[in-house]
């Protein structure tokens, strides 16, 4: 059992240095498995969970695998892979598993997906997954709680995202790249992770042109090489960074930083009194006066990410009046809500909206982190609450933030990891 113990009021001041981002590096990995021969080299990869775990199902597929976790480095060579099955045991812990599936396909034929996970935001369908694969010419049979998806080749194809899928359109990427003619997503992602996982591919020797459009296409070519990749910054611990500095009224340097990953996020924290500036690749960020309320509507980059919704919750519980918060990605992302109502916050949630009614002053208690952001969240609270805040479980956040307790000590903050027999 992982806790965060969290003891509030200093202002956060320092250098804080942004890991690299979780939802590149996932990919990443499937994508270093679509590599027949060779060894693909991750650089700035991040010493996260849900990283070990998709070490781990890389390694039950037949992959062989070293994460150096001091250099930051993960060495994948995928010429050995054997086996179509992603077992439950590790799949189900991580959302990431989903993306082995393409490169089980190429390299196998087959893909037995026997369950995969990730936060407990509400629905998390795959329809459009494996509504593209069949199109690519895969059959998909259910069969009670394993999905087996087989082909013989992949044929390209008209493809089109009803909305636009993160993993959907990375998944659909990947399932092109190997295959034979040329295919077009429509309503593709354009999250910067996307386009680095792009990036990634076509220096493997994908074709993939359209990327950051909402249209990509797609020529299929013979084989892809291992190539070294450096992952990069995780504009979503970014954005948690500079709201710590936020709900402290401190002043902090974050590495390697970039603002302009922040999309609709950073100009939220502006009108609500946070300055940034950019110095090169380090992003300066401080709050010296009183919060002022938000709106804020979540939506695919580079409108608000859905990720720093509850952390941005935390902040309104700060500000002087009501802000308004409408979750327009998930359907079941508001239960953070009743954990800072714990603490003291006043937040009402009818359906998919909620009003954070500020200020009120927080108070350290017992709280559940429900899932990874809504984790981070409540270290925010922490951090800004009388007395002392225990949060559980602290692996739900640990699958996403690298070093966190580390990190923030460096800023002055008071917050420990403790890790107990469960
Ligand atoms: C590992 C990873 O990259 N995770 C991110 C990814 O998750 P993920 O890729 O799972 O999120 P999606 O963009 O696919 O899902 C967004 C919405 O689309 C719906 N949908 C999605 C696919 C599908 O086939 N059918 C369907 O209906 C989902 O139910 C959800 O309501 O993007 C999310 C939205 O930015 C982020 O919160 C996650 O951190
Ligand atoms: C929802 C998240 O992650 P995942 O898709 O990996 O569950 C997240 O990072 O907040």
């Given at each position: 059992m992982v806790r965060y113990r969290v003891r509030g009021g200093n202002a956060l001041r320092g250098t804080a240095f942004i890991q690299g981002a979780k939802n590149a590096v996932l990919p990443m990995i499937g994508a270093a498995?679509?590599?027949?021969?060779g060894r693909t080299v991750l650089r700035?990869?991040?010493?996260?969970e849900d990283v070990r775990r998709a070490v781990e199902l890389a390694e039950a597929i037949g992959a062989k695998v070293e994460l150096h976790e001091a250099e930051r480095t993960l060495v994948i060579d995928?010429?050995?892979?054997?086996?179509?099955v992603l077992p439950a045991r590790i799949a189900r812990r991580f959302r990431g598993s989903v993306l082995f599936v393409p490169a089980l396909l190429h390299r196998l034929g087959e893909a037995v997906i026997e369950g995969v996970g990730g936060c407990n935001l509400g629905s998390r369908n795959l329809d459009f997954h494996y509504l593209g694969y069949k199109r690519l010419g895969a059959a998909v049979v259910e069969e009670d709680t394993v999905i087996r998806v087989k082909t013989s080749g992949f044929t390209g194809a008209k493809l089109y995202l009803d909305t636009p899928s993160h993993t959907g359109t990375e998944n659909l990427i990947m399932a092109a790249v190997l295959g034979r003619g040329t295919t077009v997503i429509e309503n593709a992602a354009l999250e910067p992770e996307v386009l680095d996982v792009i990036d990634m591919l076509t220096r493997m020797g994908a074709k993939i042109s359209g990327?950051?459009?909402?249209f990509i296409t797609v020529e299929g070519v013979e084989e892809l090489a291992a190539v070294e990749h450096t992952v990069m910054p995780d504009r979503l611990d970014a954005g948690v960074f500079a709201m710590a500095a936020a709900v402290t009224g401190g002043e902090v340097n974050l590495v390697g930083a970039e603002l302009d990953h922040l999309g609709v996020v950073r100009y939220k924290l502006e009108q609500m009194g946070v300055e940034f500036a950019s110095h090169g690749a380090v992003l300066h960020v401080r709050r010296d006066r009183p919060l002022r309320p938000i709106n804020v509507i979540t939506d695919t980059y580079p409108g608000f990410a859905t990720d720093l919704q509850s952390p941005i919750m935390t902040v309104a519980c700060l500000a002087d009046g009501a802000s308004y918060i409408h979750e327009?990605?998930?359907?079941?992302?508001?239960?953070?809500a009743s954990e800072l109502n714990k603490m003291g916050a006043n937040i009402e949630v009818t359906e998919n909206r909620a009003v954070v009614h500020g200020p009120t002053p927080l108070k350290g208690t017992q709280v559940t982190a429900h899932d990874l952001r809504s984790g981070i969240a409540l270290v925010l609270a922490g951090l800004i609450a009388e007395g002392e805040t225990v949060i559980e479980s602290g692996y739900l956040i640990d699958r996403g933030h690298s070093y966190l307790a580390e990190r923030m000590q460096a800023l002055g903050a008071d917050v420990v990891q403790e890790i107990s027999p469960s």
């Open positions: 498995l679509l590599a027949a021969k700035n990869v991040p010493i996260i995928a010429s050995t892979l054997s086996s179509p990327g950051g459009t909402g327009r990605i998930f359907d079941g992302r508001f239960a953070l």
